[in-house]
């Protein structure tokens, strides 16, 4: 075994450098390591603030919280009032006066645009010693950020304890930050052990509206993000965390990213003391993406509700440079994922989001997408590990529910043999609801899953619908365990990666962009090969065995062949599994058929028999069981072994050359 998986190694590895370098980038930061985890959550403190933000219009004040219950309007009136007094007119300049652990800011109802932190780097700030990303921003250290804070973000929270920052409106649309897309993030709190934000909006970034960075313990409470290039919440490196009752859309990537989650559980089964991030009652909707975490280890997501985006919630280990690779021990339970099937590359196809940010129209409902990704499904895992989704509602998909595929330890820079097929193992669905919603609607997905067929220990509900390979293997039993996909698969995949925002690069024959029928890669893969088979058996039949049998024979192929085309467009049905069993019966045969003429031609007859009782075994990988024991598909396989069997069929049938005709002996007489 171990020789033939490095084999696939080599394999995997040589697909891999053919991959675009826009498929290995995406969030880059500092060099961080987890914190150590003797932190906690924070609790929400309810006592006087310890400072005040507020403006001083106080007609445009006074029409803001007009129409306030009437105990948070005279709240806030006194707050306004003191504020006057005492306060600060920037969120910055409150954060710049804590002094201590344990302080509380309050915000007042208004629009805070930080106009100090707005100017450009200048002086030695303009000029930082630190390497550049290749989204276009410089990858600053701790000491950096500190010693030029506004470089690249509005409002800076670096190294501070336990604060808690509130707006003091009625909704969180009261109180806002808003960017006007001139920094790379609203708010950063970097190694802020203990933050508690609550209650206000953070908008329109070139990156993140609310960024947090390697902290031990910290709340995202009643919070809204919305409008930014990237991320609308991203926390990151951190650990006991929990965000609740928040919301986010227009997000380029996803409105909830818990990249790096701290990673306690490696090593572990299903059952963990804890999870490093808990994410509840949150709604994330028209973003790239509800939910995203590279790296998004140890998350417990649950009661939250993910729609109207372009894919609902995606995990992955897919991006280099994040700490906890591979991604492992997300749980996801009693979430709502539907109609996740937005359009949004219609707004990279048509020059929109090649326009400045604060041109492109966010406001107005566009989102420009990060990365290239199969719109139409509700989770997607590319390489996870001991992953649980049980109890979740998921309806309305145009494509699959669930979407799980293998991601290679190359992707993410680790080149070491044994690690190459560390992922997509022991993924565990059940109790799940599709295609129905909590009222009892049916509201079907294209399929229940659609799955690469790479890894182990991974297992299915028995009532995941139509999926692709059609047969999952079920909870409880030992299931495969493969270490490549097929082979269409993988081309499918190289190909839709090849997607940037940045040039405007929307690969033709893929359908996550749009192409549809005959333009589709997957398709014109089938048609061809049908093509070129379908010619092959033609003429075995009119020049080797031309009998009614022989006609019988050849047409059960033809039928086959023209269902694969099919069976390529309506993958998530039986067709696929169907097409190979005719196309099975008609090598078997074909051979047998064959095999009844010279020694030569026998030989090719017995190759055609094993070619097709390996198309039968296919067939039955794809619809009844995945065959076990089997480090590749038996497609891997058949696809080697028909390309050998088609050159050589060429060679029988091409036309032999005539022998001339020996010169005919002229009679003796006629010479006389």
């Not at 227009?250 to 572990?268: F, H, K, L, T, V």
């Not at 997607?380 to 979407?403: P, Q, S």
């Not at 993410?412 to 992922?423: A, L």
């Not at 005719?582 to 070619?611: C, D, E, K, N, Q």
């Amino acid at each position: 075994m171990r020789p033939l998986r490095r084999v696939m190694t080599v394999a995997a590895l040589t697909l891999g450098l053919l991959l675009p370098v826009s498929a290995a980038l995406a969030h880059e930061e500092r060099p961080v390591t987890f914190p150590d985890g003797t932190g906690s959550v924070p609790a929400h403190r309810t006592g006087e603030p310890d400072l005040l933000v507020c403006k001083t219009d106080r007609a445009d004040f006074d029409k803001r919280i007009a129409n306030f219950p009437a105990d948070l309007k005279q709240r806030n009136l006194e707050l306004f009032e003191r504020c006057q007094d005492k306060g600060y007119r920037h969120l910055q300049e409150a954060v710049d006066q804590v002094d201590r652990a344990g302080m509380d800011i309050a915000i007042l109802p208004g629009v805070y645009l930080e106009e100090p932190s707005q100017p450009e780097p200048a002086g030695d700030c303009a000029e930082l010693d630190a390497r550049w990303s290749s989204w276009g921003y410089q990858i600053l250290s701790f000491e950096q950020q500190k010693q030029c804070p506004h470089n690249q973000n509005l409002v800076a929270i670096l190294g501070i304890e336990d604060l808690q920052i509130e707006g003091t409106g009625a909704s969180p649309l009261d109180v806002i930050i808003d960017a006007q897309y001139k920094k790379l993030n609203a708010i950063r709190a970097d190694m802020t052990d203990g933050i508690y934000f609550r209650n206000f909006t953070a908008q329109r970034t070139t990156f993140n509206s609310l960024y947090i960075l390697a902290t031990d313990g910290f709340v995202i409470d009643r919070m809204l993000t919305r409008w930014n290039d990237e991320y609308g919440f991203l926390t990151f490196a951190s650990d006991h965390g929990l965000y609740t009752d928040c919301e986010s859309y227009g997000n380029g990537d996803s409105g909830i990213y818990p990249g790096s989650a701290s990673d306690i559980n490696n090593g572990r089964g299903h059952d963990v003391p804890r999870y490093s991030i808990e994410i509840q009652r949150c709604k994330s909707h028209h973003n790239m993406v509800g939910y995203s975490g590279t790296a998004g280890d140890s998350v417990y997501a649950h009661d939250n509700e993910f729609y109207a985006n372009m894919g609902g919630a995606s995990m992955d280990s897919a991006f280099p440079g994040h700490p906890g690779l591979p991604q492992n021990h997300a749980k996801f339970e009693r979430n709502k994922i539907y109609d996740n099937n937005q359009d949004y590359y219609r707004h990279v196809a048509d020059g929109t989001c090649a326009k400045p940010p604060a041109e492109r129209g966010y406001e107005r409902g566009v989102v420009c997408p990060q990365i290239g990704m199969p719109p139409g499904t509700g989770v997607i895992t590319a390489g996870g590990n001991w992953n649980v989704f049980r109890d979740n509602w998921i309806w309305g998909h145009d494509e699959a529910a669930f979407n799980l595929l293998a991601v290679p330890a190359f992707i993410r820079g680790e080149e070491s043999w044994d690690k190459q097929f560390d992922t997509s193992h022991h993924n565990l669905y059940e109790g799940n609801r599709l295609g129905v919603t909590p009222a009892g609607e049916s509201r079907p997905n294209g399929a229940g899953v659609s799955w690469d067929g790479q890894g182990g220990g991974n297992c299915w509900q028995r009532d995941a619908g139509p999926s692709t390979p059609w047969a999952l293997p079920a909870c409880g039993s030992a299931g495969p365990s493969r270490v490549l996909s097929e082979p269409v698969k993988i081309a499918k995949n190289y190909l839709c990666s090849e997607y940037s925002v940045r040039e405007r690069r929307l690969p033709a024959g893929c359908d996550w962009y749009g192409s549809t029928g005959l333009a589709r890669v997957e398709i014109q893969l089938a048609l061809a090969g049908s093509l070129v088979l379908g010619l092959v058996a033609v003429l075995l039949w009119r020049r080797r065995f031309p009998s009614r049998a022989g006609l019988a024979v050849t047409s059960i192929g033809l039928a086959g062949l023209t269902l694969d085309v099919f069976g390529a467009a309506y993958g998530y049905t039986v067709l696929p599994a169907v097409a190979l069993a005719l196309m099975g019966v008609w090598l078997i045969g074909a051979g047998r058929l064959a095999g009844s003429g010279p020694a030569g031609r026998r030989v090719f007859g017995w190759f055609t028999v094993v070619l097709g009782v390996l198309t039968l075994a296919d067939a039955f990988d794809k619809a009844i069981v995945m065959i076990p024991l089997l480090p590749v598909g038996p497609g891997w396989i058949r696809g080697l072994l028909t390309g050998v069997w088609t050159l050589w069929a060429i060679v029988l049938i091409a036309p032999r050359p005539r022998r001339a005709a020996a010169p005919a002996e002229v009679p003796q007489e006629a010479h006389a």
